[in-house]
């Protein structure tokens, strides 16, 4: 423990002044094009600005800001390395839940610094559900929202097709059995993340399973359950 305590001290001293830095300045602004697993392909501008207070040696410290048409704005802050940069950004509004962790490699090209991020968010951000629209308009009578995403459903998908809320899977299969027609299917079709009403993906299936088959032996005009 002591040898811990004094490792710490002299790792966080000030008696030695910091290097000037002397790394790859890359502040500027880029125009980026990427592919998101839940929204899809999408366009956004990116700034980087060097804080030459707290970039030393080879290392180099950026305010990070990401401005995304339809979803707003993502402020940050990343850590260079030589061409490595590790970035973290999060949508000025927190409800969104839109925030992530990623890293970017940089090559130069004609005299131009452009570089390839890969990123992880934690939480579910929403998604893109306007894309399923045509298919809904053309193939669903109706469809069942659950989880906390419900008001993105609606917002993209209210006035293509019915929208009902549930609380929970079985209200959802119960409801969707109601509506349901002789001859129809009704379809567990997860659209995004669900951890905040299961455990995981296998947990939802069985949940599902087991409300559909809660009602074998309802009236018939329910028609028949395949699960």
């Known amino acids: 423990m002591k040898a811990s305590v004094l490792l710490f001290a002299l790792a966080s001293g000030s008696a030695m ?5 002397s790394g790859t300045d890359y502040s500027g602004t880029y125009e980026c094009k990427a592919d998101d697993n839940h929204e899809g392909a999408y366009e956004a501008i990116v700034t980087l600005k060097l804080e030459k207070a707290q970039s030393n040696g080879k290392y180099g410290a ?8 339809g979803y707003g704005e993502y402020p940050g802050h990343a850590a260079a390395y030589g061409t490595n940069m590790a970035i973290y950004f999060a949508n000025t509004d927190a ?7 990623g890293i970017a490699a940089f090559t130069k090209k004609a005299g131009k610094w452009s570089f390839r991020k890969y990123y992880f968010e934690p939480e579910f951000k929403g998604g893109n559900f306007g894309d399923l629209a045509p298919l809904l308009k053309a193939r669903a009578d109706a469809v069942i929202a659950i989880g906390e995403s419900r008001p993105q459903i609606h917002a993209a998908l209210d006035g ?15 409801k969707a059995a109601q509506q349901a027609r002789t001859g129809g299917v009704v379809l567990l079709a997860p659209a995004c993340a669900s951890f905040d009403m299961f455990r995981d993906y296998a947990d939802r299936g069985r949940q599902f399973t087991a409300a559909v088959k809660s009602l074998e032996g309802a009236q018939s005009s329910v028609g028949p359950w395949r699960s």
């Open 160 to 174: 293509v097709v019915p929208v009902e809320d549930a609380v929970s899977m079985d209200d959802a299969v119960n």
């Open 62 to 69: 950026y305010q990070f800001m990401m401005e995304v048409p």
């Open 95 to 101: 409800a969104t839940k839109d925030y992530g962790t």
């Open 17 to 21: 002044a910091a290097a000037p830095f």
